[in-house]
Protein backbone atom coordinates (compact mmCIF):
# COMPACT_ATOMS: atom_id res chain seq x y z
CA UNK A 1 0.00 0.00 0.00
CA UNK A 2 1.64 3.65 -0.66
CA UNK A 3 0.47 6.87 -0.11
CA UNK A 4 0.72 8.02 -4.04
CA UNK A 5 -2.74 9.23 -4.38
CA UNK A 6 -3.05 10.10 -0.16
CA UNK A 7 -6.10 8.18 0.01
CA UNK A 8 -4.63 5.34 2.33
CA UNK A 9 -7.80 3.14 1.31
CA UNK A 10 -8.45 -0.47 1.89
CA UNK A 11 -8.82 -2.47 -0.57
CA UNK A 12 -12.29 -4.14 -0.79
CA UNK A 13 -13.27 -2.48 2.88
CA UNK A 14 -16.55 -2.20 3.97
CA UNK A 15 -17.27 1.37 4.52
CA UNK A 16 -17.26 2.64 7.48
CA UNK A 17 -20.52 2.91 9.12
CA UNK A 18 -22.70 6.03 10.08
CA UNK A 19 -22.05 9.56 8.93
CA UNK A 20 -18.11 9.61 9.52
CA UNK A 21 -17.77 6.89 7.39
CA UNK A 22 -19.93 8.82 4.47
CA UNK A 23 -18.14 11.77 4.64
CA UNK A 24 -14.78 10.44 4.32
CA UNK A 25 -15.80 8.86 1.88
CA UNK A 26 -16.91 11.94 -0.01
CA UNK A 27 -13.82 14.27 1.09
CA UNK A 28 -11.50 11.47 -0.04
CA UNK A 29 -12.89 11.05 -3.29
CA UNK A 30 -14.07 7.74 -3.25
CA UNK A 31 -17.72 8.51 -3.61
CA UNK A 32 -18.30 9.62 -7.48
CA UNK A 33 -20.91 10.70 -9.12
CA UNK A 34 -22.62 13.98 -9.54
CA UNK A 35 -24.17 14.31 -5.47
CA UNK A 36 -20.63 13.49 -4.01
CA UNK A 37 -18.88 16.27 -6.55
CA UNK A 38 -21.67 18.80 -5.16
CA UNK A 39 -21.15 17.74 -1.64
CA UNK A 40 -17.00 18.15 -2.47
CA UNK A 41 -18.02 22.09 -3.84
CA UNK A 42 -20.20 23.23 -0.39
CA UNK A 43 -17.56 21.47 1.43
CA UNK A 44 -14.87 23.53 0.39
CA UNK A 45 -16.96 26.48 0.73
CA UNK A 46 -17.18 26.15 4.02
CA UNK A 47 -13.51 25.19 4.78
CA UNK A 48 -12.98 28.86 3.65
CA UNK A 49 -14.58 29.97 7.12
CA UNK A 50 -13.05 27.14 9.32
CA UNK A 51 -9.85 28.63 7.45
CA UNK A 52 -10.88 32.12 8.52
CA UNK A 53 -11.54 30.92 12.13
CA UNK A 54 -8.30 28.86 12.24
CA UNK A 55 -6.22 31.94 11.53
CA UNK A 56 -7.73 34.33 14.31
CA UNK A 57 -7.21 31.58 16.98
CA UNK A 58 -4.23 31.13 16.15
CA UNK A 59 -3.10 35.65 15.91
CA UNK A 60 -4.92 35.76 19.13
CA UNK A 61 -2.65 33.37 20.48
CA UNK A 62 0.38 34.27 18.93
CA UNK A 63 -0.14 37.73 19.88
CA UNK A 64 -1.30 36.70 23.62
CA UNK A 65 -4.82 38.16 23.17
CA UNK A 66 -5.91 34.64 24.22
CA UNK A 67 -3.65 33.81 27.28
CA UNK A 68 -1.14 30.84 27.72
CA UNK A 69 -0.99 29.01 30.87
CA UNK A 70 2.48 27.54 32.31
CA UNK A 71 2.03 24.57 34.34
CA UNK A 72 3.85 23.61 37.10
CA UNK A 73 5.63 20.81 35.40
CA UNK A 74 7.26 20.03 32.14
CA UNK A 75 4.76 19.40 28.88
CA UNK A 76 5.79 17.41 26.10
CA UNK A 77 2.40 17.76 23.55
CA UNK A 78 1.98 14.78 21.24
CA UNK A 79 -0.14 16.17 18.45
CA UNK A 80 -1.33 15.94 14.31
CA UNK A 81 -2.17 18.50 11.99
CA UNK A 82 -5.36 16.06 10.57
CA UNK A 83 -8.32 15.10 12.02
CA UNK A 84 -8.44 10.71 12.87
CA UNK A 85 -5.96 8.42 13.77
CA UNK A 86 -2.32 8.84 13.17
CA UNK A 87 -0.54 6.90 15.72
CA UNK A 88 -0.52 9.57 18.63
CA UNK A 89 -1.64 6.63 21.31
CA UNK A 90 1.40 4.22 20.90
CA UNK A 91 4.01 7.60 20.44
CA UNK A 92 2.54 8.54 24.13
CA UNK A 93 2.99 5.11 25.47
CA UNK A 94 7.06 5.03 24.13
CA UNK A 95 7.51 8.99 25.88
CA UNK A 96 6.02 8.12 28.78
CA UNK A 97 8.01 4.76 29.21
CA UNK A 98 11.29 6.65 28.73
CA UNK A 99 10.58 9.21 30.94
CA UNK A 100 9.98 6.74 33.84
CA UNK A 101 13.28 5.38 32.72
CA UNK A 102 14.30 8.41 33.68
CA UNK A 103 13.30 8.67 36.86
CA UNK A 104 10.58 10.93 36.22
CA UNK A 105 6.80 10.97 37.18
CA UNK A 106 4.60 11.50 34.16
CA UNK A 107 1.15 11.72 33.86
CA UNK A 108 -1.08 11.84 30.35
CA UNK A 109 -3.70 14.80 30.36
CA UNK A 110 -6.05 13.78 27.42
CA UNK A 111 -9.32 15.49 26.30
CA UNK A 112 -11.23 12.29 26.28
CA UNK A 113 -13.21 11.75 22.64
CA UNK A 114 -16.07 9.18 22.85
CA UNK A 115 -15.73 8.89 26.41
CA UNK A 116 -19.46 8.92 28.02
CA UNK A 117 -19.25 7.63 31.38
CA UNK A 118 -15.70 7.05 32.70
CA UNK A 119 -12.73 7.11 30.50
CA UNK A 120 -12.40 6.24 26.78
CA UNK A 121 -11.01 3.57 24.90
CA UNK A 122 -7.33 5.35 24.65
CA UNK A 123 -7.29 5.83 28.05
CA UNK A 124 -8.24 2.11 28.57
CA UNK A 125 -5.43 1.03 26.86
CA UNK A 126 -2.76 3.26 28.01
CA UNK A 127 -4.30 1.98 31.64
CA UNK A 128 -2.79 -1.87 30.34
CA UNK A 129 -0.07 -1.00 29.08
CA UNK A 130 1.27 1.58 31.24
CA UNK A 131 -0.22 0.58 34.78
CA UNK A 132 0.20 3.05 37.62
CA UNK A 133 0.41 6.08 35.23
CA UNK A 134 -1.65 8.79 35.71
CA UNK A 135 -4.12 9.38 32.97
CA UNK A 136 -6.65 12.42 33.04
CA UNK A 137 -8.98 13.07 30.76
CA UNK A 138 -11.04 16.58 30.78
CA UNK A 139 -11.96 19.04 28.03
CA UNK A 140 -10.07 21.98 30.42
CA UNK A 141 -6.54 20.10 29.75
CA UNK A 142 -5.01 23.45 32.23
CA UNK A 143 -7.45 22.00 35.24
CA UNK A 144 -6.37 18.75 34.15
CA UNK A 145 -2.29 19.95 34.67
CA UNK A 146 -3.28 21.32 37.59
CA UNK A 147 -5.03 18.48 39.33
CA UNK A 148 -1.98 16.23 38.26
CA UNK A 149 0.63 18.15 39.73
CA UNK A 150 -1.07 18.86 42.85
CA UNK A 151 -3.22 15.68 43.71
CA UNK A 152 -0.91 13.16 41.73
CA UNK A 153 2.39 14.08 42.27
CA UNK A 154 3.56 14.12 38.49
CA UNK A 155 6.21 16.23 37.53
CA UNK A 156 5.97 15.76 33.82
CA UNK A 157 2.86 15.91 31.71
CA UNK A 158 2.42 14.45 28.28
CA UNK A 159 -0.15 16.35 25.90
CA UNK A 160 -1.91 13.53 24.21
CA UNK A 161 -3.41 15.36 20.56
CA UNK A 162 -2.41 18.45 21.92
CA UNK A 163 -0.56 20.71 19.22
CA UNK A 164 -4.12 22.48 18.33
CA UNK A 165 -4.68 22.82 22.07
CA UNK A 166 -2.76 26.71 22.05
CA UNK A 167 -4.48 27.25 25.70
CA UNK A 168 -1.35 25.45 27.63
CA UNK A 169 2.07 25.93 27.07
CA UNK A 170 4.55 22.94 26.00
CA UNK A 171 7.99 22.63 26.17
CA UNK A 172 8.15 20.00 23.57
CA UNK A 173 5.71 19.98 20.46
CA UNK A 174 6.08 17.04 18.79
CA UNK A 175 3.92 16.14 15.64
CA UNK A 176 2.74 13.00 14.26
CA UNK A 177 1.76 13.12 10.27
CA UNK A 178 0.35 9.73 8.72
CA UNK A 179 3.26 8.97 5.70
CA UNK A 180 -0.63 7.69 3.99
CA UNK A 181 -2.04 10.86 4.38
CA UNK A 182 -0.10 13.19 5.38
CA UNK A 183 -2.07 16.29 4.32
CA UNK A 184 -5.49 15.15 4.26
CA UNK A 185 -6.58 15.28 1.37
CA UNK A 186 -5.23 18.62 0.57
CA UNK A 187 -8.08 20.78 2.38
CA UNK A 188 -9.04 21.92 6.01
CA UNK A 189 -11.97 20.56 7.85
CA UNK A 190 -14.34 19.88 6.15
CA UNK A 191 -13.52 19.58 3.03
CA UNK A 192 -10.53 17.28 4.00
CA UNK A 193 -9.11 16.00 7.04
CA UNK A 194 -6.79 19.47 7.67
CA UNK A 195 -7.03 20.96 11.64
CA UNK A 196 -4.91 23.58 10.44
CA UNK A 197 -2.79 24.67 7.02
CA UNK A 198 0.38 22.16 6.82
CA UNK A 199 2.59 25.74 7.59
CA UNK A 200 1.35 25.11 11.17
CA UNK A 201 3.89 22.54 11.35
CA UNK A 202 6.50 25.63 11.89
CA UNK A 203 5.45 25.24 15.48
CA UNK A 204 6.95 21.84 15.72
CA UNK A 205 10.07 20.91 17.72
CA UNK A 206 10.14 17.66 16.13
CA UNK A 207 7.94 16.48 12.96
CA UNK A 208 7.55 12.48 13.20
CA UNK A 209 6.29 10.45 10.42
CA UNK A 210 4.26 7.35 10.92
CA UNK A 211 3.10 4.53 9.50
CA UNK A 212 6.39 4.39 7.66
CA UNK A 213 5.99 1.01 7.42
CA UNK A 214 3.43 1.31 4.69
CA UNK A 215 4.39 3.50 1.97
CA UNK A 216 7.43 3.22 -0.28
CA UNK A 217 11.10 5.12 0.61
CA UNK A 218 10.29 7.48 -2.21
CA UNK A 219 7.40 8.74 -0.76
CA UNK A 220 9.03 9.25 2.33
CA UNK A 221 11.89 11.10 1.19
CA UNK A 222 9.33 12.84 -0.80
CA UNK A 223 7.33 14.20 2.20
CA UNK A 224 10.26 14.38 4.58
CA UNK A 225 11.37 17.12 1.28
CA UNK A 226 7.80 19.01 2.01
CA UNK A 227 8.06 18.95 5.82
CA UNK A 228 11.79 20.37 5.45
CA UNK A 229 10.50 23.13 3.62
CA UNK A 230 7.08 23.36 5.90
CA UNK A 231 9.27 23.31 9.20
CA UNK A 232 13.18 23.90 8.34
CA UNK A 233 14.26 24.01 11.71
CA UNK A 234 12.68 20.61 12.99
CA UNK A 235 14.04 17.39 12.93
CA UNK A 236 12.17 14.79 11.10
CA UNK A 237 12.00 11.19 12.57
CA UNK A 238 10.31 8.17 10.92
CA UNK A 239 7.98 5.53 13.04
CA UNK A 240 6.40 1.99 12.26
CA UNK A 241 3.76 0.12 14.10
CA UNK A 242 5.17 -3.40 14.35
CA UNK A 243 3.07 -6.29 15.42
CA UNK A 244 4.47 -8.24 17.64
CA UNK A 245 1.80 -10.92 18.95
CA UNK A 246 -1.68 -11.95 18.64
CA UNK A 247 -4.29 -12.25 21.72
CA UNK A 248 -7.43 -12.68 22.81
CA UNK A 249 -9.66 -10.44 23.51
CA UNK A 250 -11.54 -12.79 26.14
CA UNK A 251 -8.58 -15.06 27.37
CA UNK A 252 -4.90 -15.08 27.88
CA UNK A 253 -3.62 -16.69 25.15
CA UNK A 254 -0.43 -15.20 23.04
CA UNK A 255 0.51 -16.22 19.65
CA UNK A 256 3.31 -15.01 16.95
CA UNK A 257 2.03 -12.35 14.28
CA UNK A 258 3.07 -15.68 11.90
CA UNK A 259 0.19 -17.68 13.52
CA UNK A 260 -1.93 -15.46 10.74
CA UNK A 261 -0.21 -15.99 7.98
CA UNK A 262 -3.11 -17.82 5.61
CA UNK A 263 -5.73 -17.76 8.01
CA UNK A 264 -8.68 -16.61 7.05
CA UNK A 265 -9.71 -13.60 8.86
CA UNK A 266 -12.65 -11.66 9.26
CA UNK A 267 -11.04 -7.57 10.15
CA UNK A 268 -12.88 -5.29 11.84
CA UNK A 269 -11.68 -1.93 13.38
CA UNK A 270 -13.44 1.62 15.02
CA UNK A 271 -10.16 3.65 14.51
CA UNK A 272 -9.28 6.73 12.64
CA UNK A 273 -7.57 5.04 10.06
CA UNK A 274 -8.78 1.67 9.62
CA UNK A 275 -7.14 1.14 5.91
CA UNK A 276 -3.78 1.41 7.95
CA UNK A 277 -4.89 -1.95 10.18
CA UNK A 278 -6.21 -3.44 7.59
CA UNK A 279 -2.91 -3.28 5.36
CA UNK A 280 -0.98 -4.52 8.33
CA UNK A 281 -3.67 -7.57 8.64
CA UNK A 282 -2.63 -8.01 5.01
CA UNK A 283 1.08 -7.36 5.58
CA UNK A 284 1.54 -10.54 7.74
CA UNK A 285 -0.17 -12.92 5.51
CA UNK A 286 -3.58 -12.97 6.93
CA UNK A 287 -6.45 -13.69 4.32
CA UNK A 288 -8.76 -11.02 4.87
CA UNK A 289 -12.19 -12.76 3.62
CA UNK A 290 -14.33 -9.98 4.90
CA UNK A 291 -13.39 -6.32 6.84
CA UNK A 292 -15.64 -3.81 8.51
CA UNK A 293 -14.67 -0.68 9.65
CA UNK A 294 -16.52 1.39 12.32
CA UNK A 295 -16.22 5.37 13.26
CA UNK A 296 -13.51 5.98 15.61
CA UNK A 297 -14.20 5.47 19.13
CA UNK A 298 -17.14 3.66 18.14
CA UNK A 299 -19.32 1.92 21.36
CA UNK A 300 -19.48 -1.36 20.54
CA UNK A 301 -23.28 -3.62 21.18
CA UNK A 302 -24.07 -6.84 21.20
CA UNK A 303 -26.36 -5.97 18.27
CA UNK A 304 -22.65 -4.82 16.48
CA UNK A 305 -21.29 -8.02 17.00
CA UNK A 306 -23.93 -10.76 16.22
CA UNK A 307 -24.03 -8.74 12.68
CA UNK A 308 -19.91 -9.11 12.47
CA UNK A 309 -19.74 -12.65 13.47
CA UNK A 310 -23.08 -13.40 10.97
CA UNK A 311 -20.67 -11.63 8.46
CA UNK A 312 -17.79 -13.42 8.85
CA UNK A 313 -19.31 -16.83 9.23
CA UNK A 314 -20.78 -15.99 5.40
CA UNK A 315 -17.14 -14.92 4.27
CA UNK A 316 -15.71 -18.55 5.53
CA UNK A 317 -14.01 -17.06 8.32
CA UNK A 318 -11.87 -18.92 10.85
CA UNK A 319 -11.65 -16.09 13.61
CA UNK A 320 -12.33 -12.13 13.95
CA UNK A 321 -9.43 -10.15 14.41
CA UNK A 322 -9.03 -6.12 16.01
CA UNK A 323 -7.29 -3.78 17.47
CA UNK A 324 -6.11 -3.09 21.07
CA UNK A 325 -7.52 -0.07 21.30
CA UNK A 326 -11.17 -1.65 20.27
CA UNK A 327 -10.43 -4.82 22.42
CA UNK A 328 -10.61 -3.04 25.58
CA UNK A 329 -14.15 -2.06 24.74
CA UNK A 330 -15.03 -5.59 23.39
CA UNK A 331 -13.90 -6.65 26.57
CA UNK A 332 -16.84 -5.91 28.78
CA UNK A 333 -19.33 -8.01 25.92
CA UNK A 334 -20.16 -11.25 25.59
CA UNK A 335 -17.47 -13.73 23.62
CA UNK A 336 -18.74 -14.85 19.82
CA UNK A 337 -18.63 -18.05 19.34
CA UNK A 338 -15.91 -16.97 16.55
CA UNK A 339 -12.74 -16.24 18.56
CA UNK A 340 -12.10 -12.27 18.76
CA UNK A 341 -8.29 -11.91 18.19
CA UNK A 342 -5.94 -8.80 18.81
CA UNK A 343 -3.42 -7.42 16.31
CA UNK A 344 -0.48 -6.06 19.45
CA UNK A 345 1.35 -3.42 17.91
CA UNK A 346 4.38 -1.44 19.32
CA UNK A 347 5.62 1.82 17.54
CA UNK A 348 9.31 1.83 16.85
CA UNK A 349 11.21 4.48 16.31
CA UNK A 350 13.46 3.93 12.65
CA UNK A 351 15.21 6.79 12.22
CA UNK A 352 15.14 10.20 14.64
CA UNK A 353 15.31 8.50 17.86
CA UNK A 354 18.25 10.23 19.13
CA UNK A 355 17.17 13.89 17.86
CA UNK A 356 13.58 12.62 20.03
CA UNK A 357 15.80 11.33 23.19
CA UNK A 358 18.03 14.39 23.07
CA UNK A 359 14.93 16.85 23.15
CA UNK A 360 13.61 15.05 26.45
CA UNK A 361 16.81 14.14 27.92
CA UNK A 362 17.27 18.01 27.46
CA UNK A 363 14.23 18.84 29.00
CA UNK A 364 14.38 16.30 31.80
CA UNK A 365 18.21 18.13 32.70
CA UNK A 366 17.17 21.42 32.79
CA UNK A 367 13.39 20.60 34.88
CA UNK A 368 15.42 18.04 37.36
CA UNK A 369 14.86 18.75 40.57
CA UNK A 370 18.35 20.04 42.79
CA UNK A 371 20.14 17.61 44.92
CA UNK A 372 17.69 16.97 48.19
CA UNK A 373 14.90 17.97 46.87
CA UNK A 374 11.56 15.34 46.15
Known sequence: ???????????????DTGAF?????????????????????????ASWGYRAAVAVRNALYRTGVLPVRRAAAPVVSVGNLTAGGTGKTPLVEWICTEL???GRRPAI?????????GPNDEALLLAERLPGIVHLQ??????????????????????????????????IDLVLLDATCPFGYGYLLPRG??????RALRRADMVLLTRCELVSRERIEALRARVQRLAPEAPIGEVAFVPFEVTEVHGTGREPVASLAGQAVYAFCGIGNPAAFFASCERL??????????ADHHPYTEADLAEIEAAARAAGARCLLTTHKDAVKLSALPP?????RVLQIRAELRDGEAALQFLLEALCEETRPPEGEP
Open 138 to 171: HPDRVRAAQAAVAHHDADFLVLDDGFQHRRLDRD
Open 336 to 340: TALPQ
Open 285 to 294: GARLVGRRAF
Open 109 to 117: LSRGYGATR
Open 100 to 102: VRR
Open 193 to 198: LLREPP
Open 21 to 45: GRWRAIVSGEARGVLPALARALLRF
Open 1 to 15: MTADSGRGRARGAEA
